[in-house]
């Protein structure tokens, strides 16, 4: 990582970019791979993560959400069919009402695994809900990004069509003195010839 400079302390997402950027340059090679400190890197990674506007940052996290919320239903309802089984054979081992109690078992089981199949399917359609939504914040907060980047690309074109106009005034400024000083020596030299 740079030492000195203009990123020494960088905030944004592009000067974090630029810091990871050279912390790989800075690695060396060996064949077709390269080693590189893995600590700058992740650090760098955290910082990039931290810098991204707060709708990426929540994106992410409802993204994350959303996956614990289909793992959370997904270990309800294994649990509630394992309950249910447990359950059933704890009652069919009953020898008194056997037959009874084996009948009452299957209703429970048949029931309960119409629960959990409504559970799954419930489940099921608030996730693909919260992938769709998750979908399309992502991509509202790509095109924001790219609008935002042809922005910053569109100034800088025009920052540097400004500072190529300030270079060529500069340099017909100086063809203008070299000229008027070499008229003065014409000039000083015709009258010392004549004298």
Not at 35 to 52: H, M, Q
Not at 59 to 70: C, D, H, M, N, S
Not at 75 to 86: G, L, N
Not at 151 to 173: A, H, W
């Amino acid at each position: 990582m740079p030492q000195n400079g203009a990123y020494d302390h960088p905030n944004g997402v592009y000067d974090l970019l630029k810091l990871l950027e050279m912390t790989i340059e800075d690695g060396f090679s060996i064949s077709k791979f390269a080693v590189i400190n893995k600590t700058e890197v992740i650090t760098l990674i955290d910082r990039i993560y931290a810098a991204l506007p707060p709708e990426v940052q929540e994106a992410r996290i409802f993204l994350k959400r959303k996956e614990e919320l289909q793992n959370e239903a997904q270990q309800k309802a294994v649990k509630i069919v394992q309950d249910a089984q447990a359950e059933a054979d704890r009652m069919l081992s009953e020898s008194d009402q056997i037959k009874a109690i084996e009948r009452e078992g299957i209703r429970i089981k048949n029931e309960v695994v119409s629960d959990c199949e409504n559970i799954k399917h419930v489940a099921l359609q608030d996730s693909e809900q919260i992938r769709m939504q998750a979908t399309e914040e992502a991509m509202k907060i790509r095109e924001g990004a790219e609008l935002y980047a042809q922005q910053v690309l569109t100034s800088l074109e025009g920052n540097l069509t400004q500072l190529q106009q300030v270079v060529k005034n500069g340099q017909i400024y100086m063809e203008q003195i070299r000229n008027e000083g070499a008229g003065r020596y014409a000039t000083t030299a015709s009258s010392s010839d004549r004298s």
